[in-house]
């Protein structure tokens, strides 16, 4: 399956890919403005850029194959799609246990705290996608979109072993 | 091939999965004492305070059995199993055959002796029907006695304090979660309680519970205090639930032993979950490992074996993702040592209520306690689970920000597989 990759040679840390995950899973995800202006909650975004002073990079689910966070979750509600390979929190049913956080290697899960407790996380903008009916969110999820300097690749894996 | 799953629970479930994600069409028989389609176990103390409807309280989704084409055998109990003939026996004497057979019956609540248990109002807390029937009895003001301050113990008692419920937990060792959190953290914990109201008694026991004509009306500690009460809850501990397992020639220890392949010492049959004493990495030791993560794991690993396929459990080991009145903690592996040999660090900060102890040994991690400060913790959990050698950047583990950037860049890229 196609996965964002980052390459922390070119990141610059000026996080916009933040900006952009955040806004695109708020209430206004195609309005930036309304998203961070309007929305009673503060957007929340599902990419991590982890930087020092000499470099940074952008962190996000990895959609593991052998995903631990849907083995792990006490619920049932993180599941892994059999097609798309895209693993996503069906928010209705999360309780907010972490234990996905527990478990996740990559700490790509956050906690989302501000009204019903869920775990949240990138879903490749594929419930994005479904929403607002755009295409152009599942072809190349939001954050590569706007990567100015395209530190963030969506490519096929590149891995050995992985799918 | 005719399966058969003994346990429609977090273990059964895996089984089911991994059977399915080799064989498409042979026959799996699931059969369980308890009438409903799987729930999480973990949600009873949820929905006791409400907080989970009922519908929300089931682990898969309702076409699960028949999109799995599973014959799940709903509210019927094993009651023995005949492994000479390959078959096991229901309660009402049917015979069942098997190619192959999961024990998937999980744990059974421990209860000690204490006199006075058989009165009405003392029960488990272990399954739906144990939060119903409790759900059903409580009153604001009513009092319970929680015998127990461990996982199962707090998180009934969360509940019913939730339920308006006046509650005294009496627990044994000198600090309550013994088994998560050692004496720093879990003061932290228990002042947090005790500010919603909740009463604790340390270092004691319940040594009699009272009543009268065949009811609870109180108990009488160990230091010889009496509380009155209208409930006591036996949250003692969990143990492998063995009954069927006893009149065989099955091989066991605390829980039924397995292999790598979760195949027990009888050809044909497999065991997973709580009922189960599968491999703990960090123990490097036989261990019962009763949480859910293990017991779906090691039953995806018992149904792709029973279906031919080739799937080892790596070893597991102990974890916990737990929480009380928005105070979150993860924990895993070994958070005390008892032996030399290894190296604790701590970092507190009492203001925020929050707690992180790692600790190492031989430069690897084996342990950790994160209180109320959780996040990413599970890169910690990565790190003992591949035994990465952390010397080189151990100074940052206890950091809050703690992350990838930390990693010497050979092990992140490889990790996070970055691109040039
Ligand atoms: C209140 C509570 C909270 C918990 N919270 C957590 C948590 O937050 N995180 C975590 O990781 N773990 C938690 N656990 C532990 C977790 O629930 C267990 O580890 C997990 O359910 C084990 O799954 P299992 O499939 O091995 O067995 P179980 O869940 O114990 O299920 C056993 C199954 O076997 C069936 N069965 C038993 N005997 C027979 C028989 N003779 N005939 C037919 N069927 C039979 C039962 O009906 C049931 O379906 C909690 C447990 C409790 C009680
Ligand atoms: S959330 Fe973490 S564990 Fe789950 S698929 Fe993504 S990277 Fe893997
Ligand atoms: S926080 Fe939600 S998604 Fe994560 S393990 Fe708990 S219920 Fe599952």
């Given at each position: 399956m196609k996965r964002v990759y980052a390459r922390e040679e070119v990141c610059m840390g000026c996080k916009l890919c933040e900006v952009y995950c955040a806004t695109a899973h708020s209430e206004y995800p195609l309005d930036l403005v309304k998203a961070f202006l309007k929305q009673k909650m503060k957007p929340l975004p599902r990419i991590l850029v982890e930087y020092n002073l000499s470099i940074s990079f952008a962190l996000q689910c990895r959609h593991c194959d052998e995903a631990p966070c849907t083995k792990a979750c006490i619920t049932g509600a993180m599941q892994k799609d059999s097609v798309t390979g895209i693993v996503s929190n069906d928010e209705r049913r999360c309780v907010g246990c972490w234990t996905c956080i527990l478990v996740c290697p990559f700490g790509a899960i956050g906690r989302d705290n501000q009204g019903h407790k869920v775990a949240s996380k990138c879903d490749l903008c594929s419930n994005v996608a479904d929403q607002t009916d755009t295409e152009s969110f599942s072809n190349v999820p939001v954050c590569v979109q706007n990567c100015p300097n395209r530190a963030l690749q969506f490519m096929d894996s590149v891995v050995e072993g992985e799918e | 091939m005719d399966y058969v799953i003994i346990g429609n629970s977090a273990a059964g479930i895996g089984a089911v999965e991994g059977i399915r994600s080799v064989d498409r069409v042979g026959k799996i028989a699931l059969f369980s004492r308890e009438p409903y389609p799987a729930y999480s176990r973990p949600l009873i103390s949820y929905y006791l305070s409400g907080?989970?409807?009922?519908?929300?309280?089931?682990?898969?989704?309702?076409?699960?059995?028949?999109?799995?084409?599973?014959?799940?055998?709903?509210?019927?109990?094993?009651?023995?199993?005949?492994?000479?003939?390959?078959?096991?026996?229901?309660?009402?004497?049917?015979?069942?055959?098997?190619?192959?057979?999961?024990?998937?019956?999980?744990?059974?609540?421990?209860?000690?002796?204490?006199?006075?248990?058989?009165?009405?109002?003392?029960?488990?807390?272990?399954?739906?029907?144990?939060?119903?029937?409790?759900?059903?009895?409580?009153?604001?003001?009513?009092?319970?006695?929680?015998?127990?301050?461990?996982?199962?113990?707090?998180?009934?008692?969360?509940?019913?304090?939730?339920?308006?419920?006046?509650?005294?937990?009496?627990?044994?060792?000198?600090?309550?979660?013994?088994?998560?959190?050692?004496?720093?953290?879990?003061?932290?914990?228990?002042?947090?309680?005790?500010?919603?109201?909740?009463?604790?008694?340390?270092?004691?026991?319940?040594?009699?519970?009272?009543?009268?004509?065949?009811?609870?009306?109180?108990?009488?500690?160990?230091?010889?205090?009496?509380?009155?009460?209208?409930?006591?809850?036996?949250?003692?501990?969990?143990?492998?639930?063995?009954?069927?397992?006893?009149?065989?020639?099955?091989?066991?220890?605390?829980?039924?032993?397995?292999?790598?392949?979760?195949?027990?010492?009888?050809?044909?049959?497999?065991?997973?979950?709580?009922?189960?004493?599968?491999?703990?990495?960090?123990?490097?030791?036989?261990?019962?490992?009763?949480?859910?993560?293990?017991?779906?794991?090691?039953?995806?690993?018992?149904?792709?074996?029973?279906?031919?396929?080739?799937?080892?459990?790596?070893?597991?080991?102990?974890?916990?993702?737990?929480?009380?009145?928005?105070?979150?903690?993860?924990?895993?592996?070994?958070?005390?040592?008892?032996?030399?040999?290894?190296?604790?660090?701590?970092?507190?900060?009492?203001?925020?209520?929050?707690?992180?102890?790692?600790?190492?040994?031989?430069?690897?991690l084996v342990g950790y306690i994160a209180l109320n400060t959780v996040d990413r913790a599970g890169i910690l959990t990565g790190l003992m689970d591949q035994e990465v050698d952390v010397t080189p950047f151990q100074e940052h583990l206890l950091k809050e920000d703690f992350g990838y950037i930390h990693f010497p860049k050979e092990l992140r890229s490889q990790r996070l597989s970055l691109r040039k």
């Amino acid at each position: 399956m196609k996965r964002v990759y980052a390459r922390e040679e070119v990141c610059m840390g000026c996080k916009l890919c933040e900006v952009y995950c955040a806004t695109a899973h708020s209430e206004y995800p195609l309005d930036l403005v309304k998203a961070f202006l309007k929305q009673k909650m503060k957007p929340l975004p599902r990419i991590l850029v982890e930087y020092n002073l000499s470099i940074s990079f952008a962190l996000q689910c990895r959609h593991c194959d052998e995903a631990p966070c849907t083995k792990a979750c006490i619920t049932g509600a993180m599941q892994k799609d059999s097609v798309t390979g895209i693993v996503s929190n069906d928010e209705r049913r999360c309780v907010g246990c972490w234990t996905c956080i527990l478990v996740c290697p990559f700490g790509a899960i956050g906690r989302d705290n501000q009204g019903h407790k869920v775990a949240s996380k990138c879903d490749l903008c594929s419930n994005v996608a479904d929403q607002t009916d755009t295409e152009s969110f599942s072809n190349v999820p939001v954050c590569v979109q706007n990567c100015p300097n395209r530190a963030l690749q969506f490519m096929d894996s590149v891995v050995e072993g992985e799918e | 091939m005719d399966y058969v799953i003994i346990g429609n629970s977090a273990a059964g479930i895996g089984a089911v999965e991994g059977i399915r994600s080799v064989d498409r069409v042979g026959k799996i028989a699931l059969f369980s004492r308890e009438p409903y389609p799987a729930y999480s176990r973990p949600l009873i103390s949820y929905y006791l305070s409400g907080k989970v409807a009922p519908e929300t309280m089931y682990y898969r989704d309702p076409d699960f059995y028949l999109r799995l084409q599973v014959e799940a055998s709903l509210g019927r109990e094993v009651q023995a199993l005949k492994l000479e003939d390959k078959t096991i026996e229901l309660s009402t004497g049917d015979k069942v055959p098997f190619d192959r057979l999961l024990i998937a019956t999980g744990g059974k609540p421990i209860t000690p002796p204490i006199p006075g248990r058989e009165y009405s109002g003392v029960s488990t807390f272990l399954t739906w029907d144990d939060a119903k029937d409790l759900g059903e009895e409580l009153f604001p003001g009513i009092k319970v006695v929680v015998i127990g301050a461990g996982l199962i113990g707090l998180k009934a008692t969360e509940a019913l304090v939730k339920r308006e419920a006046t509650v005294t937990v009496a627990e044994l060792s000198n600090r309550i979660l013994s088994a998560i959190l050692d004496e720093d953290s879990a003061r932290i914990v228990q002042t947090h309680l005790e500010e919603q109201g909740v009463k604790f008694q340390l270092n004691n026991t319940v040594a009699e519970i009272l009543g009268e004509e065949g009811k609870v009306t109180g108990v009488r500690l160990q230091n010889g205090e009496e509380l009155e009460c209208d409930r006591v809850i036996l949250a003692i501990g969990v143990r492998p639930n063995l009954d069927l397992v006893r009149d065989t020639e099955l091989k066991f220890n605390q829980g039924i032993l397995v292999n790598s392949h979760m195949a027990t010492s009888v050809d044909d049959v497999f065991a997973a979950g709580d009922v189960s004493e599968g491999y703990d990495k960090i123990y490097q030791e036989n261990r019962v490992l009763p949480i859910l993560p293990n017991a779906y794991k090691q039953g995806f690993t018992a149904g792709v074996n029973m279906a031919g396929g080739s799937s080892e459990f790596q070893g597991g080991f102990a974890m916990n993702a737990i929480g009380f009145f928005d105070l979150p903690m993860l924990t895993a592996g070994i958070i005390k040592p008892t032996t030399p040999g290894f190296q604790e660090y701590i970092r507190l900060d009492p203001g925020k209520q929050s707690y992180k102890k790692i600790v190492l040994r031989a430069g690897k991690l084996v342990g950790y306690i994160a209180l109320n400060t959780v996040d990413r913790a599970g890169i910690l959990t990565g790190l003992m689970d591949q035994e990465v050698d952390v010397t080189p950047f151990q100074e940052h583990l206890l950091k809050e920000d703690f992350g990838y950037i930390h990693f010497p860049k050979e092990l992140r890229s490889q990790r996070l597989s970055l691109r040039k």
